[in-house]
């Protein structure tokens, strides 16, 4: 191992042993140094039967960054961003590498890729289940960007896997999971970007049902540029009282586009905050927090098709009003992201209107989804806090988990990469 190889004991085990969202205890924690060292750590997991986890950003709310008695391998050094062809735009990023990292490096380029909104998490974990983020309606999922991608499989090996080499893998890494091997380097096509306008516009809670409908209503016509949260009931900030806010971002720095597209949500209800500004875009992620000890973070999430809209919304609105409510969050997808065909890539909920997403903090949310469970279908990995049977039966639909686990048999017939959302060989 060139890397660092971390026993319980050693100075910085503590520190390493858990992650985000959990405690772990593993036997060993491997930092590589380089692709030789994970195939290393692989070969040892598998020699020596032991559970393996794979830690990039560590975010995951599952935890599955750590186990118990295993070995966990932390990519936090194999985390370079290269411009490796300029006319193409084409960015290799390490395996390890976080959203934060990879939007500081190409800012100076004018350039960037569709990714999440925080800028600690993790390339790998959120590119290999989607990537929903500020640009997602424009340029589509992170993983939608990704043109090819070196990984570790489970004997060792390293393959590339792209359109044209090992294409069964290339689909299944594209949406499901960390399944099938270590991802130690992805190759994005990134493109040309400006400075955005980003910020919340806030209404009442009492308006609630009118902003939240006539805002869903908009965002199927307004411009793909646009991309829109609008969350609400927040228990931080007066829960049942707590204002709606719309977060929202265009993809441009003309201020009038901007206010075109802008003042129709301007216009739902009374304004009681309009904070949008333009900003780099760099600066529209925003820093992870750190959870407290004890803090178990209950996140729950599911999409709404077009027809089942209202419905949803309703049911929300009843809901953030009783008092007794989890955070919501509502995200606009389509655009970009409907274009591409439902089985180019295993992840499968393309023609989805909006993702629902719910969250409390030591708090089961039954009630919460059993009225919304008449509305809303599948589910988003990354924003799941369980790994149940049903989890898994979510997220992948019938076909698309019967292709990945032809894939899983081919390249992890062992199930060593189980530490995941897991499609069992």
Not at 109 to 128: C, E, F, K, N, Y
Not at 295 to 311: C, H, I, T, Y
Request: aromatic letters at 8%; a negative charge.
């Amino acid at each position: 191992m060139g890397g660092e190889v971390l026993e319980p004991g050693t100075a910085e085990y503590a520190a390493a042993s858990g992650s985000l969202f959990a405690s772990g205890s593993p036997a060993f924690v491997v930092r590589p140094g380089s692709v030789r060292d994970v195939q290393a750590a692989v070969t040892f997991a598998a020699g020596w039967d032991l559970k393996l986890s794979v830690r990039g950003g560590g975010h995951s709310f599952v935890g599955f960054g750590t186990n118990d008695d295993g070995i966990v391998v932390d990519l936090s050094r194999l985390a370079d961003v290269s411009l490796t062809d300029k006319d193409r735009h084409v960015v290799r990023i390490g395996g390890g590498a976080t959203w934060g990292q990879v939007t500081t490096a190409l800012a100076p380029h004018g350039l960037a890729i569709s990714s999440g909104d925080t800028r600690s998490v993790g390339v790998g974990g959120l590119t290999l289940t989607g990537g929903i983020g500020w640009k997602v309606r424009k340029y589509g999922l992170a993983l939608d960007s990704v043109v090819a991608a070196e990984v570790v499989t489970a004997d060792g090996d390293l393959v590339r896997a792209s359109a044209d080499e090992n294409p069964e893998l290339f689909w299944a890494l594209r949406g499901g999971g960390g399944n099938f091997g270590i991802v130690t380097a992805f190759e994005f096509a990134a493109h040309p970007t400006t400075d955005v306008f980003h910020g919340r516009i806030a209404f009442p809670a009492a308006e609630a049902g009118n902003v939240l409908n006539g805002w869903a209503d908009y965002m199927r016509t307004a411009p793909e540029e646009l991309t829109s949260i609008a969350s609400f009931a927040n228990p931080f900030a007066g829960g049942a009282q707590a204002p709606v806010e719309v977060h929202v971002a265009y993809d441009g720095d003309d201020p009038s586009l901007a206010a075109r597209a802008l003042d129709p949500i301007r216009g739902l209800g009374t304004v009681v905050a309009d904070e949008v500004t333009l900003k780099a875009y760099a600066d529209v992620l925003v820093d992870g927090l750190v959870p407290p000890p004890g803090f178990r973070f209950v996140s729950r999430g599911a999409f709404v098709d077009r027809e089942s809209v209202s419905d949803a919304l309703r049911v929300l609105v009843e809901i953030g009003a009783s008092g007794q409510s989890p955070a919501i969050a509502v995200r606009s997808v389509g655009g970009a992201v409907a274009r591409v065909p439902g089985d180019a890539t295993a992840y499968a909920h393309r023609q989805a209107e909006l993702m629902v997403t719910t969250a409390t903090v030591n708090q089961e949310q039954t009630a919460t989804w059993e009225r919304l469970g008449p509305h809303v279908s599948g589910a988003y990995a990354n924003f799941l806090s369980s790994a149940t049977d049903q989890d898994v039966a979510a997220i992948y639909p019938e076909e698309t988990y019967r292709r990945l686990v032809a894939v899983k048999r081919e390249y992890d017939p062992a199930n060593l990469f189980s530490g995941n959302h897991n499609v069992r060989p």
